[in-house]
């Protein structure tokens, strides 16, 4: 049943820990958003925050601290999603905990997808299901959890009404006019279009310790992927807008099986177009100094739609695919972007041929653009370095081959 709910993203200013175990962090601000809202999302590591030096937390200072978030869900009639650092069995995990509007525990999620400086301190997720409240069935995904396509869909598979993540999307200030983060700045609205569902994100701003910084740039991406509002980059604040609930996720893709192959290596120059080569191949390739021509009757093109579901490129990967091939009409105006997020979460170079439009590009594994026909110019060419494909850390100790494997396992319903 479709239903419309008021939903908060609380953009934090950075704290360090040890601002937080002297007890000068406060949840005033908590309080307000709570009180104007169904849904109040609060950022990865709010409590005690991101970076934490050790694993030895004060577990009696977070529990206050999400007593008093308690009271807050309780007395605003608010379901609230923070993260905090949580002990189980002895473990500790970098946690996302819902708070029913009642001010009980609904459950909780745990980082799957353990980002850089994550692995020192916490253990790896080792479930993917949705968190039952009273607005209704959570998706929630903790930060780098955003960059696996497979846990989303999965939520989404298991019933998730809305897809929700609390953050700490850092950049690296190579232009501190634009704080860039491909979470950010591409896959959070990607998500929700693949799949259907609205998405809320709450990030922080400013620095941490001095190593760390952080984009802001919190939002609240509608159904279709469309933006419903969105924090600044460097301002703490509170964000809220109404969201739609009910619609049917976006049902699966069929698509063709992919053929094992052996990985390809080294490098080569294609040289591409929506149509067939204006004069002799050879000589065309000659020209340009290319090694490859394709075109949108390409053996290796897939339907556009292929792409569009998130669940279907990432057996490819697994396959030792790590050149896409894809063809559109020209009716969606989402495909450069889903065409650069499957590149990105993938590490494939991704060859698209939007015909309707007249427009052919290559994306390299980082999700960039870096070649394509515009205008009067119908054959662009760029090169293919295939070792750019086996580069899958994106961060130190964070591997995305090895993470698509994990999430894939988890997919089955196998609790590792």
Same mark, same amino acid.
């Given at each position: 049943m479709k239903r419309t709910i008021r939903v908060a993203a609380l953009q934090l200013a950075a704290h360090d820990r040890a601002a937080f175990e002297r007890g000068e962090i406060r949840l005033d601000a908590a309080s307000r958003a709570a009180a104007d809202a169904d849904l109040l999302v609060l950022p990865e590591g709010t409590l005690p925050a991101y970076v934490l030096g #050790? +694993?030895? $937390? #004060? #577990?009696?200072a977070i529990t206050a601290a999400l007593h008093e978030l308690r009271t807050i869900? =309780?007395? +605003? &009639?608010? $379901? !609230?999603?923070a993260g905090i650092a949580q002990r189980r069995d002895g473990k500790l995990y970098n946690s996302a905990v819902a708070i029913d509007a009642d001010g009980s525990i609904a459950g909780s999620a745990e980082k799957i997808f353990?980002?850089?400086? #994550?692995?020192?301190?916490? /253990?790896?997720?080792?479930? !993917?299901? %949705?968190v039952d409240t009273s607005v209704g069935r959570l998706g929630i995904m903790i930060c780098a959890d955003g960059r696996m396509p497979g846990i989303a869909s999965a939520l989404a598979d298991r019933g998730a009404e809305l897809l929700v993540m609390p953050t700490a999307w850092v950049t690296s200030g190579r232009d501190p006019a634009f704080l860039e983060n491909l979470q950010a700045d591409l896959l959070a609205r990607v998500r929700a279009f693949e799949n259907g569902l609205p998405f809320v994100a709450a990030n922080k701003c400013g620095t941490e310790r001095? !190593? $760390?910084a952080y984009c802001g740039k919190s939002q609240i991406v509608r159904a279709d992927g469309s933006i419903a509002a969105m924090a600044s980059q460097d301002r703490a604040e509170t964000i809220a807008a109404d969201v739609t609930l009910g619609e049917p996720a976006r049902a699966a893709t069929k698509a063709p099986a992919p053929v094992e192959r052996e990985v390809p290596t080294g490098s080569t120059r294609i040289a591409f177009s929506c149509d067939a080569p204006p004069f002799d191949v050879r000589t065309l390739l000659d020209t340009l100094d290319a090694d490859e021509w394709i075109d949108a009757a390409s053996p /290796?093109?897939? @339907? +556009? /739609?292929?792409?569009?579901? %998130? &669940?279907?490129? %990432? @057996?490819?990967r697994a396959a030792g695919v790590r050149r896409i091939v894809l063809r559109g009409d020209g009716r969606d105006a989402w495909l450069e972007r889903i065409a650069r997020a499957r590149a990105a979460e993938l590490r494939l170079y991704a060859i698209v041929f939007d015909t309707g439009n007249r427009r052919a590009y290559a994306v390299d594994p980082d999700g960039a653009v !870096?070649?394509?026909?515009?205008?009067?110019?119908?054959v662009a060419s760029c090169a293919i370095s295939y070792a750019r494909t086996a580069q899958t850390l994106v961060a130190p100790g964070t591997d995305v081959e090895e993470g698509? +494997? =994990?999430v894939a396992t988890l997919q089955e319903g196998v609790r590792l």
């Amino acid at each position: 049943m479709k239903r419309t709910i008021r939903v908060a993203a609380l953009q934090l200013a950075a704290h360090d820990r040890a601002a937080f175990e002297r007890g000068e962090i406060r949840l005033d601000a908590a309080s307000r958003a709570a009180a104007d809202a169904d849904l109040l999302v609060l950022p990865e590591g709010t409590l005690p925050a991101y970076v934490l030096g #050790d +694993a030895q $937390v #004060d #577990d009696s200072a977070i529990t206050a601290a999400l007593h008093e978030l308690r009271t807050i869900a =309780r007395t +605003a &009639r608010c $379901v !609230i999603v923070a993260g905090i650092a949580q002990r189980r069995d002895g473990k500790l995990y970098n946690s996302a905990v819902a708070i029913d509007a009642d001010g009980s525990i609904a459950g909780s999620a745990e980082k799957i997808f353990l980002w850089h400086f #994550d692995r020192k301190w916490f /253990e790896a997720g080792t479930r !993917i299901e %949705p968190v039952d409240t009273s607005v209704g069935r959570l998706g929630i995904m903790i930060c780098a959890d955003g960059r696996m396509p497979g846990i989303a869909s999965a939520l989404a598979d298991r019933g998730a009404e809305l897809l929700v993540m609390p953050t700490a999307w850092v950049t690296s200030g190579r232009d501190p006019a634009f704080l860039e983060n491909l979470q950010a700045d591409l896959l959070a609205r990607v998500r929700a279009f693949e799949n259907g569902l609205p998405f809320v994100a709450a990030n922080k701003c400013g620095t941490e310790r001095g !190593i $760390v910084a952080y984009c802001g740039k919190s939002q609240i991406v509608r159904a279709d992927g469309s933006i419903a509002a969105m924090a600044s980059q460097d301002r703490a604040e509170t964000i809220a807008a109404d969201v739609t609930l009910g619609e049917p996720a976006r049902a699966a893709t069929k698509a063709p099986a992919p053929v094992e192959r052996e990985v390809p290596t080294g490098s080569t120059r294609i040289a591409f177009s929506c149509d067939a080569p204006p004069f002799d191949v050879r000589t065309l390739l000659d020209t340009l100094d290319a090694d490859e021509w394709i075109d949108a009757a390409s053996p /290796e093109a897939l @339907p +556009a /739609e292929t792409a569009f579901d %998130p &669940r279907t490129l %990432p @057996p490819y990967r697994a396959a030792g695919v790590r050149r896409i091939v894809l063809r559109g009409d020209g009716r969606d105006a989402w495909l450069e972007r889903i065409a650069r997020a499957r590149a990105a979460e993938l590490r494939l170079y991704a060859i698209v041929f939007d015909t309707g439009n007249r427009r052919a590009y290559a994306v390299d594994p980082d999700g960039a653009v !870096i070649a394509g026909t515009f205008d009067g110019l119908n054959v662009a060419s760029c090169a293919i370095s295939y070792a750019r494909t086996a580069q899958t850390l994106v961060a130190p100790g964070t591997d995305v081959e090895e993470g698509l +494997a =994990r999430v894939a396992t988890l997919q089955e319903g196998v609790r590792l």
